[in-house]
């Protein structure tokens, strides 16, 4: 009996998309607006589903609380109220798209859930743009 | 051409996680302020969806006013103000988690609707917390 | 130049609706499945705001962090994951209806909130059942 | 290193749920209200995703500017503010149910996407009644 | 202690806004694409509000229930799944637009609220466009 | 007859709040994490409400359309992927708190709109926290 349980957080961040082995003006026809150099920023909503088999004893595949630290320990705390770019490291070389910010937050939990259970992560850059990432 | 309907429904009920066989120490250190002997409460969000082949002769998989009202003879006139574990026969021996929960209603639903489609539960307890279960 | 800030925050709890002078019968006539002995439940939705002019050295009106955990320490610690009727010493002889708690919280507030200003409190007790007191 | 990004959009549109070779007794018994002969209508609200790798050189799976603009030109001018029975040819012969609307908009948008990437449709009709199409 | 009591409720509708002395040219001119002679349409959201003293024997203004079954009877079947400009006798004459579908819907609760309580319609034809009335 | 008619818009952007006039000590300890000097970010959600009398001819107090160009004109192009601090030049010596930005947003409105007609604004700086400002 596997049931997904899902969490949603959230933070807030600015960002700016660019390639940094690009001219600005090629960076410019790619990002647009994305690119100000000054940044923009973003309300980010995060889902983070654990896939696994109900324990019986709790009637819990994760206890939500715990997820919930896990979720502010490792993602909220790194970048909430941040400049991704600037002050997050997996970002110094990376350009942080909503599609490569998924992908750090996924690869940040794995170490820490049951590895017998999957893991996705759901981010929304805002409520109409949201990527999907289940490694 | 397969096609996953889904309809939103909702009930209100009251609960207490607890495991009878564990100490209320353990019960607390487990299951924090959701231990409350006197119970707390949700508003319970609920999404069935039904997956399979569309019918070329009306267009739908599975009439929507069809699932509306089985999801609400079985799901919300059994739980909907109600104390689910002290009104709800499923939950006498069962602690009412979310992950439960959405079992006891695929369970439910199953029987109910053609078994050449596929169920999907989604729960959720609180916006932030829910859960998914395929069966 | 008055605005007004408002912070949105939620509480868990279950509750009874019931007249402790009346017939089991009458609360029945009146307040149908709301009045299950057994209590039922809901995810109270809270928004709570504060009018009064901007400061203009931190143009804020009230600073939101304050506000938030005045909220946190009056009302959420009170009231979450906790039985209005049983728990709370505000409902012992007061009927836990939208509007009464909605009262009772703004109550609890406005002692701790510059009296220039003006406070309002709006309360969900579903997402389609809300109600709004301003003193 | 699979993602999908999913872009949200959104039409109005009036339509009328009946089969044509069928009497207008049946169509009522089959659509009920849904079979008004003067049409009544959706704010639809439609989520496009495609799934495939990310691009190293953009951190894009695919421009959501790109994605936004391709429902616009091939959903949006098409539908929105229209009478889906008689304005849409692909619904001439067809009827307009969430489940065919959904399949109609996969097959508008296949040919425009990277072959390589797996395309998903969710249409929802309401906010309580949904689909989900993925080819 | 005056409580305002709000209850959401919803139609979906066609409709088609005109003014029929203008020629079609002008009504195109300003009306544009909501002029569409074959219709489109929107799922509306209906907020109504009443404002009074909480009763001290109930502890409520107005019970929800009698006002969701007002809603009910006077609104929703009058107006959902059904073409505003055609199956609706106050829109034969009268443009439907958003305003004035709010002064109509006013106008038929009004009677049947206590003449003590204040009204309030919030109307919903998009999640993006919305109008209020209050008399 | 008064209708208050409602818009929703949004816009992306970078901020820092502090005092210029403050040391840094003084602003961390005031603003905290929102005082980051490289910046965070938000999706920002504005309602602009204007109310007025119905035009008998049109069934109109404003038309939408009109007042969502002239919201995209004034704000969105205005804000939209900025760093408000350095790229909008009210926010040049003002500290770009939610207030202060609501203020601004009616100021930038007010010159463009009948000046029978109110006007509100309505800014989410996030789901949880917001401001109205009335003139």
Chains 1, 2, 3, 4, 5, 6 share one sequence.
Not at 42 to 52: A, K
Not at 85 to 110: C, G, H, Q, S, Y
């Amino acid at each position: 009996m596997k049931v997904k349980v899902s969490r949603k957080a959230h933070f807030n961040a600015a960002h700016r998309l660019y390639n940094k082995d690009w001219s600005f003006e090629k960076n410019d026809a790619v990002f647009g607006k994305c690119n100000n150099p000054k940044f923009h920023g973003h309300n980010y909503d995060l889902i983070v589903s654990v896939t696994g088999e109900i324990d019986p004893e709790t009637g819990y595949v994760m206890d939500m609380k715990v997820l919930k630290d896990l979720i502010k320990e490792e993602v909220e705390e790194a970048f909430d109220h941040k400049n991704l770019n600037m002050d997050v490291a997996e970002f110094a070389e990376l350009n942080p798209t909503a599609e490569n910010i998924a992908v750090v937050i996924w690869n940040k939990l794995r170490p820490h859930i049951n590895t017998a259970n999957e893991i996705e992560v759901v981010l929304y850059e805002t409520p109409r743009n949201f990527v999907t990432y289940s490694g």
